[in-house]
């Protein structure tokens, strides 16, 4: 079972308004963590009780018609919510997805101390290569501010460190390739285990033709509170399970990384999380020494 979370931020869109086509609505039972709103529910489908999960969009950057599409074309090879109805409340697009059972594995690895951390990054960086194989035409992902170097008008007053690196990723930027389908988000919290096996993978919003590099680098980049991908043979586990799969260009990749590092530092500078700042600082002076 997925862990029950508590109501965490005022939503946008009052879910008891929505009148549904296909669902009869009971109650919230779990709030998510996420960009967009996001409701557990239970409710009624089909005259059989079930557990769904609610999506409302926070802001236009969303694309859940692309994110209804790409489930559709792709439920027959991956493990993915099935769409049960979508539509609009107020300004706002919703959907209601199936609900899948699965754990992340920042509870796994905090629950489970036997589990083989090594065997869990290699399967998952598996799971990423071949979405990446999947041969559908599609049109250009959504590119976010991640996917480019930091922007110095809006990260201000940066200190002689972090202007040496804003500029080595200015001056070492490589050629971008839209040439592969990719997922957009695929960070642990959007895949679901059980038992070393993959049992969902979520949020397909940001799905489309993308820049592959980027799309590894998302997988490996270190959240704040993460308890893995904080050392390189974490790394090389994940990327020991895509490369027995497909390839990469390590250059591009490396570049990748250090600019999500940097911005996920910049970020979070604020905070004054110092442990998980000087972590970050460490791995992007690896990679480029």
């Keep these: ?3 029950i979370q508590e109501k965490w931020r005022d939503s946008l869109t009052d879910i008891n308004d929505v009148q549904f086509k296909n669902i009869e609505f009971e109650k919230i039972i779990s709030y998510p963590h996420a960009g967009n709103d996001v409701f557990e529910c239970i409710g009624k489908y089909k005259d059989k009780n079930i557990n769904f ?13 692309n994110e209804i599409e790409v489930l559709k074309a792709i439920h027959k090879k991956f493990p993915v919510p099935a769409v049960i109805e979508s539509g609009k409340i107020n300004e706002y697009t919703y959907i ?7 754990e992340k594995l ?13 065997k869990y990054l290699y399967l998952y960086g598996q799971e990423l290569a071949k979405i990446h194989q999947l041969d559908i035409d599609w049109k250009r992902a959504k590119l976010r501010d991640i996917n480019d170097y930091p922007n110095t008008d809006y990260y201000k007053e940066l200190d002689n460190w972090e202007n040496k690196i804003v500029s080595y990723l200015k001056n070492t930027k490589p050629a971008i390739d839209y040439n592969t389908f990719i997922h957009g988000d695929f960070h642990y919290g959007n895949i679901l285990w059980d038992n070393y096996k993959i049992t969902g993978i979520l949020d397909w919003e940001y799905a489309g033709k993308g ?5 590894i ?8 509170g993460q308890k893995f991908m904080d050392n390189f043979e974490n ?26 590092s940097m911005h996920f530092y910049l970020m979070n500078k604020k905070q004054n999380n110092i442990e998980y700042l000087e972590k970050l600082k460490e791995i992007i002076n690896s990679l480029i020494d």
Aim: charged share 35%; proline share 1%; aromatic share 14%.
């Design 1 to 3: 079972m997925t862990k």
């Design 217 to 224: 680098a998302w997988a490996l980049i270190l959240r704040p």
């Design 106 to 118: 920042s509870d796994i690895f905090k629950e489970d101390i036997e589990a083989d951390k090594d």
């Design 53 to 65: 999960i609610f999506k409302s969009e926070r802001g236009k950057f969303a694309d859940f018609s």
């Design 96 to 102: 209601v997805l199936s609900k899948i059972e699965g």
């Design 235 to 260: 790394l090389e586990s994940f990327l020991a399970g895509y490369k027995s799969i497909n390839n990469y260009d390590e250059d591009k990749l490396k570049w990748c990384l250090v600019n999500g």
């Design 211 to 215: 820049f592959k590099e980027q799309d």
